[in-house]
């Protein structure tokens, strides 16, 4: 029997409810408003306004299995992420970056986004829809983003030692940023 860093959990069955984006057993359900946005949105003015005139509206949640972030680990969580825009850019999660490089899939379940990439010189995006994955290599920073008028909810599955660096993205940007336009949205390049 292999050494765990901590006792290892026992197999379980884990249901899926596309519908109600979540799973069953639940773990931690996590909520990002818009003040836990700070720095992210271009147009600063209007995200402001956001949080001080629209009552600070939730942008996404996480509702995540009982799986723990350990070494060794499969976590798997749901994002929905709401429709929207802060100054004409989608709403979007953070963005993060893992400290122990890592690969990870999502798997669009409902709702239609993007998921933006970054390995600090280059720039890639992946359309999302329901039945789509998105491949994350190790070393890219990472963010989804909502281009429709309705939730996006994703699947991610990711080694549980791989961790969360949101830093990063503070201090690099994504490459680009992802705005409203006529024919539904458009990538420009990434300016503070």
């Known amino acids: 029997m292999p050494e765990f860093a901590t006792a290892p959990i026992s197999p379980m069955r884990i249901t899926l ?8 057993p639940a773990g931690p359900v996590l909520t990002r408003r818009m003040s ?46 709401r429709p929207g825009t802060c100054g004409g850019e989608f709403f979007m999660t953070k963005g993060h970056q893992h400290p122990n490089p890592q690969g990870e899939i999502y798997l669009g379940l409902s ?26 290599p190790p070393h890219w920073a990472h963010r989804s983003v909502n281009v429709g008028d309705e939730p996006y909810s994703f699947l991610a599955v990711y080694p549980g030692c791989a961790g969360h660096d949101y830093q ?25």
């Open 111 to 136: 709702g239609v986004g993007g998921l933006l990439l970054f390995d600090g010189q280059r720039t890639e995006w992946i359309d999302m829809a329901p039945g789509v994955i998105g491949y994350i």
């Open 36 to 81: 836990d946005l700070e720095g992210l949105f271009a147009d600063r003015t209007e995200w402001k306004r956001a949080v001080e005139d629209d009552a600070d509206p939730v942008v996404y949640t996480v509702s995540s299995s009982p799986v723990p972030e350990i070494d060794r680990e499969l976590p798997q969580s749901i994002t929905t992420i």
């Open 168 to 192: 990063w993205v503070l201090e690099h940007g994504m490459g680009a940023r992802v705005m409203r336009a006529p024919s539904g949205y458009e990538l420009v390049p990434f300016q503070r």
């Open 17 to 24: 409810d596309v519908a109600a984006a979540t799973v069953d």
